[in-house]
Nanobody, 119 residues
């Protein structure tokens, strides 16, 4: 069992920056692929950025060059650095942990943190 807790959301002006953190409890954090997803009002949840257990990263086209995902396995934490924020980045941001073990999938979600980009 893994519990995830996001933090770092808030209100920021367009062009500003925020850093989200996701702290994981439980063991074997380093074996999980970690993802950041977001859901804006009236829209489907979408994957924003992901980092594999080996540190390989992927980004949605809409955030490439602006967002950076990283992880610190010693602290059981994954981060999302968001720069040059736009109003369309406004959403609830969710952390996700995912792995397969012996043909069984283990997938966990945090409760989300609100990010609002507005002047």
């Amino acid at each position: 069992q893994v519990q995830l807790e996001e933090s770092g959301g808030g209100l920021v002006q367009p062009g500003g920056s925020l850093r989200l953190s996701c702290a994981a409890s439980g063991s074997s954090f380093s074996t999980y692929a970690m993802g950041w997803h977001r859901q804006a009002p009236g829209k489907q949840r979408e994957l924003v950025a992901a980092i594999s257990s080996g540190g390989i990263t992927n980004y949605a086209d809409s955030v490439k060059g602006r967002f950076t995902v990283s992880r610190d396995n010693a602290k059981n934490t994954v981060y999302l650095q968001m720069n040059s924020l736009k109003p369309e980045d406004t959403a609830v941001y969710y952390c996700n942990a995912d792995r397969w073990l012996q043909l069984r999938r283990y997938n966990y979600w945090g409760q989300g943190t609100q990010v609002t980009v507005s002047s």
